[in-house]
């Protein structure tokens, strides 16, 4: 299942069924799991991790040195979990040693063409990231989120489950979990109320995530102060817990 003009490292370990296309390089130190795809002029560098059924698309740089003038040749990584799409001339780079040393990918995320996700990024699971959004390093996304198109994320922000980004949002602090958020810089636009439905949230928990929204960002509370109103709701669902804790432990603040 290798092209003939692919280059593949002796020292790669490729899973059965795997594929490679045509002019695509895979370096030293790579695993790829069984039934992904590489697709032509992909560059894999390892040490890197591909789960199983991931799908790779032309063009695509993943473990590529961390684009950061302090790394000086350390031992990091790549981990990308199972069934993700990656799309045209994203670039995925390992991590540093200023961090845990690894960039970590979950699973079932849908990457556009020229998504950036620099090193040490913490990317978890069923997200959807469009065309040219971009990861500083040091990013955490949570489950299930949605980056716009050319969004920007600063080095150290934290993205909570479920949250939605528009098209060209910049983001300099954090993203609770559930908002939508748009804008240069980014300000919040509500809760991602469609989004939530689509993904099956009970009428109960949605009612309660809206007055958690109003606490934290319609009555002119602190966050200090929004945190401990949150923490005083009557038998909060898990969500608005989830949420509570997200807001714990914001250390940049968060978009408002």
């Keep these: 299942m290798i092209h003939p003009q692919a280059i593949v490292d002796p020292a790669a370990r490729l899973d059965e069924g795997v594929e490679v296309g045509p002019f695509s390089i895979i370096g030293a130190d790579v695993e790829i799991g069984a039934g992904s795809v590489i697709g032509p002029h992909v560059v894999i560098e390892g040490p890197t991790r591909l789960g199983r059924n991931n799908k ?11 684009q950061d003038k302090k790394y000086a040749g350390e031992p990091t990584r790549l981990e990308i979990g199972d069934g993700n799409v990656i799309r045209e001339y994203c670039t995925i780079s390992r991590g540093t040693s200023q961090d845990e040393g690894v960039t970590r990918i979950g699973d079932d995320n849908w990457i556009m063409a020229y998504v ?28 299930y989120v ?4 050319f969004t920007l994320l600063h080095q150290f922000c934290k993205v909570g489950a479920h949250a939605f980004t528009a098209m060209n ?29 689509r993904r099956g949230f009970s009428a109960e928990s949605l009612a309660a995530l809206r007055r958690a929204y109003r606490i934290l960002y319609r009555s002119g509370l602190t966050l200090e102060q929004a945190i401990e109103r949150l923490e005083t709701m009557d ?14 432990g914001v250390t940049r603040g968060i978009v408002r």
Excluded at 56 to 66: E, K, R
Excluded at 146 to 149: C, D, M, Q, T
């Design 116 to 143: 950036h996700i620099a090193h040490d990024c913490r990317v978890g699971s069923h997200t959807i990231f469009a065309n040219s959004a971009s990861l500083a390093g040091h990013v955490t996304v949570e489950d």
């Design 56 to 66: 790779v698309y032309a063009f695509a740089a993943l473990g590529g040195d961390p």
């Design 235 to 248: 038998e909060p669902p898990a969500e608005v817990a989830h949420l509570v804790a997200f807001l714990k």
């Design 146 to 149: 949605i980056l716009g198109g």
């Design 169 to 197: 949002s910049v983001i300099s602090k954090d993203v609770p979990p559930y908002m939508m958020v748009a804008g240069h810089m980014a300000k919040p636009h509500g809760l991602n109320s469609e989004g939530l439905k």
